[in-house]
């Protein structure tokens, strides 16, 4: 049997990473109580850091950590944070490294009052902007494009009128929803692709903005909308109101993996339940895919709906034979020869009594790099099943993603580089079989013009260029000349001349 000896983190690798989650309250005087439950219920989409600022009208504060909510935020911290406005952040780096300086929600204190900002997603044209802002004179405190967007709005209006969002928001190009906050509005925006949710809802008199509905549920908040595709919404005293910053209409883009991984199954985004999604996606995993087997098997906990959909369709038995540890925290120690396929064990454990001698089925929501689906299925067959077979209730992923979700390199995804039965025998399935992309947006019951599915198609609705995105890596990585070298070269050119 082999062995694989890697920590905790390696072990995550292998998963695709989520990007943010956004919350916001305006109107209630526990508005940071309530934005730390808010985060609470969306810590599936970010576990490296969290933060909440608050405004009491007259002056911001604020507090952010590294981890999970639930350790960055105590009662003594909360009980810190007075005002009856917020903003708060769960976050995963998509860009910008997993420091605290990088944690939102981000603030800067220019002319106009103090600003607070909490951005889900990723700006395609970040690099083009910071170097013109910083040719101006900007100094950027972290390596995130959210802090683009904060100097954005610390800029006067170029056409007069003081409607700085507007400017700042016709500038900024890619995925983008964002709550931000003054010392007297909380606002809320989205892309005019419209790739990342963000929703509205009243609790009492009290205004919220979530990136999912599951946030408001948790709260009691009542669901009243969706944030349209490149709305902007200003609550005040005043109450809501609303603008569209892009009155010429943008494709719709919404990012069809959130339907597939990332959001929460309690969630509803467009109207559409995101469980009910699912396990249509597995029913039609079953019509596109009969196969004859015993037992239908989900990789928990984002497999779970769609395997049970292909159970109800294929009348398949369903079981959970795998166990998920839902208790796995960061471990800086290394398994030794005492544990044996760490990577394995350490998120699932199989019940081997539920599959021994059968034809097993494994449904899972994606397969990325591969990894860890073959530690699935060697699991398995180690625990005597007789076949099995691999089903993916989304299409093979084939290119990266530019608008916030960590998918490599397009070197680095299986099914951009290998076949369909190369990939099998590397698994060491029985049969491999993908859900068609007709089947996918068959399930969500949207017309396939409302979605981004650049990761399957290669089709892109914001053009990105990738040396761009190299050369924010390279800046990153410290390849760029330091000062002192710089000051070196500029004396060189002095003697020159």
Known sequence: MEKHFVNWWRVLQHYPKHYCGVFGVFGHPNAAELTY?????????????????TSDGQRFHAHKGMGLVSQVFTGNALRELPGHIAVGHTRYSTTGSSLLRNAQPLTVDCARGQIAIAHNGNLTNAAKLRDEL???????QTTVDSEIILH???????????????????RIEGAYSLVIMTHKELIGVRDPHGFRPLCIGKLGQAWVLASETCALDLIHAK??????????????????NSFQAFPEQQRRAFCIFEYIYFARPDSTI??????????????ELAREFPIKADVVVPVPDSGNCAALGYSLESGIPFEMAFVRNHYVGRSFLQ??????????????????????????????????????????VNNLKEAGAKEVHVLVSCPPHMH????????????????ANHSLEEIRKYLNADSLHYLSQGGMVKATGLPANSFCMACYDGN?????????????????????????????KEKAQIKLL
Do not use: W
Not at 359 to 375: F, L, M, P, Q
């Open 134 to 140: 910083e040719a101006r004179g900007s100094i950027f």
């Open 400 to 415: 990266p993603c530019v608008y916030g979700i960590d998918f490599p390199d397009r070197s680095k995804l299986m099914a």
């Open 37 to 53: 439950y808010g985060l609470y219920a969306l810590q599936h989409r970010g576990q490296e850091s969290a933060g909440i600022v």
């Open 152 to 170: 954005l709005l610390a800029q006067p209006s170029r056409n007069g009128h003081g409607s700085t969002i507007v400017d700042a928001v016709r």
């Open 335 to 376: 398994p030794t020869q005492l544990i044996r396929d760490f990577d394995v064990r350490v998120k699932l454990n199989l019940i081997e009594e539920l599959v021994r001698g059968k034809r097993v089925i494994v449904v899972d929501d994606s397969i990325v790099r591969g990894t860890t689906c073959k530690a699935r």
């Open 223 to 240: 669901f009243v909308r969706d944030v349209e595709p490149g709305e902007i919404v200003v609550i005040n005293e005043k109450g809501l």
């Open 270 to 283: 467009a109207n559409r339940n995101v469980y009910k999604v699912r396990v249509e996606m597995g029913r």
């Open 460 to 488: 892109y609705p914001v053009p990105y260029d990738p040396d761009l995105d190299k050369e924010i890596i390279e800046r990153r990585n410290g390849s760029l000349p330091t000062i002192a070298e710089s000051l070196a």
